[in-house]
């Protein structure tokens, strides 16, 4: 019973996005106690919120879907089969309902979700390693939302930890050094800030609508160099199995023979991630110069081995 309670209660969240606690109580004859108990249950595995005010309720992320692969095409063809002839014996409007919500979720795995944005003369795939299809949704939303002028309320994680719940009008998707940020007016802050998508746990359309602000490219902090001070002339030798890599990363024109071997000479930004970076090329890249710079990639080498 409760796990049939718990399973209704995902299946109207991913229809309605916000139902109130009162509503669950009286359609399923529990006390609104025990339904937040089951929402704890429930926001354990899913992207789930309580939201307080006039127009709150249990709300569940608008990016969040089933995972693709959640049930098999014959698992979905014969649940849907098996409602229609509980419908047939008994005609109650909860069978259609759940019909529904199981077509359109098979519906929705028949596309291909590995893509976000339209084809043109440019195809990006967004995806990341954990789950593409996740994060392809995720995009979707911020890219109907820039599009129609939504203001989004996001629940968002900061390289700390922090959690904070933020209302945002976002304006550009930027791609970045392999990451995807989302250029936005955060009315916390009363500014434009980056947010990186990956650290969008949840995000919620809003009834509000917003007009878009005046920016110029120039605006948006794409630029990962801070000041002068912070950069430093580097030269790595690099294998033959990482020359690919190193060309994505410093561009072709850096790369050059050197004794029958290849190098790199660059001036770089000396930030926190340069030794990450680097360590992130393995055994295919090796700093020749500045020694402060191998000295660094060695140690920090050396602490990830303890690990192990």
């Not at 089951?38 to 569940?60: A, H, K, T, W």
């Not at 890219?143 to 002028?149: G, M, S």
């Not at 890599?245 to 001036?267: F, H, I, P």
Request: aromatic share 12%.
């Amino acid at each position: 019973m409760k796990y049939g309670i718990l399973l209704e209660m995902l299946f109207d969240l991913l229809e309605k996005r916000t139902v109130t606690a009162q509503a669950f109580a009286d359609k399923f004859e529990i006390s609104v106690r025990t339904v937040y108990r089951y929402v704890d249950e429930l926001s354990f595995v899913l992207p789930i919120q309580v939201m307080r005010g006039r127009n709150g309720g249990i709300c569940i992320s608008d990016s969040y879907k089933l995972p693709k692969g959640f049930m098999t095409k014959e698992e979905y063809e014969s649940a849907i089969e098996a409602l229609e002839v509980m419908y047939s014996q008994l005609p109650e409007s909860r069978f259609l309902d759940a019909k529904r919500k199981l077509s359109s979720q098979l519906k929705s795995e028949t596309r291909d979700l590995a893509h976000s944005g339209e084809l043109g003369t440019i195809l990006i795939d967004g995806g990341t390693w954990g789950d593409s299809a996740l994060f392809s949704e995720k995009m979707r939303l911020f890219e109907e939302c820039i599009k129609e002028r939504i203001v989004l309320e996001i629940e968002y994680h900061s390289r700390g930890g922090e959690k904070t719940l933020r209302k945002i009008e976002p304006h550009v998707l930027v791609f970045k050094q392999n990451v995807w940020y989302a250029y936005s007016f955060c009315h916390l802050k009363r500014e434009f800030r980056l947010f990186r998508l990956g650290r969008v746990h949840s995000a919620m359309k809003t009834d509000e609508r917003f007009f878009k602000r005046p920016f110029e490219r120039e605006d948006i902090p794409l630029n990962f160099w801070t000041d002068e001070t912070q950069a430093i002339e580097a030269r790595f030798e690099v294998a033959d199995e990482a020359f690919a890599d190193v060309q994505d990363w410093l561009g072709g024109e850096n790369l050059y023979e050197a004794n029958g071997k290849w190098q790199a000479s660059v001036r770089l930004p000396d930030g926190e991630g340069l030794v990450l970076k680097i360590l992130s090329m393995g055994a295919g890249v090796k700093v020749l110069y500045p020694e402060s710079l191998k000295q660094r990639v060695k140690e920090t080498a050396k602490a990830i081995a303890k690990q192990y």
